[in-house]
């Protein structure tokens, strides 16, 4: 019953920006823990950013921190990825991803995800 629908993905030149988003349906969704994954050809599925229930507190990947910026709007039901001075590395399928546990401290951990949108490519170019 829960979906997420992430939007927002194309390409763009290095050094610019690009703002994913995740609609989520099916839940409550101001209880959730909320993340946004990516996955590049030839490598694992890694975390990039995670947002706390009520948007209080976030966590960044070491890789994006300083240019992406994780936030949501639980009026909308929605999560955003701000993708700032984006290089080439930052080429991938992105996923918006949560846990089945409310108030739970997911961050990186991706096991603990249960719930997945279809991904969104996000394409970098030199």
């Known amino acids: 019953q829960v979906q997420l629908v992430e939007f927002g993905g194309g390409l763009v030149q290095a050094g610019g920006s690009l703002r994913l988003s995740c609609a989520v349906s099916g839940r409550t969704f101001s209880r959730y823990y909320m993340a946004w994954f990516r996955q590049a050809p030839g490598k694992e599925r890694e975390f990039v950013a995670g947002?706390?229930?009520?948007?209080?507190?976030?966590y960044y990947a070491d890789s994006v921190k300083g240019r992406f910026t994780i936030s949501r709007d639980n009026a909308k039901n929605t999560v955003y990825l701000q993708m700032n001075s984006l290089k080439v590395e930052d080429t991938a399928v992105y996923y918006c991803?949560?846990?089945?546990?409310?108030?739970?401290?997911?961050?990186?951990?991706?096991?603990?995800?249960?719930?997945w949108g279809q991904g969104t490519q996000v394409t970098v170019s030199s």
């Open positions: 991803a949560a846990p089945s546990i409310p108030y739970h401290y997911t961050r990186g951990e991706r096991t603990k995800y249960d719930y």
């Open positions: 947002i706390t229930w009520g948007g209080a507190s976030t």
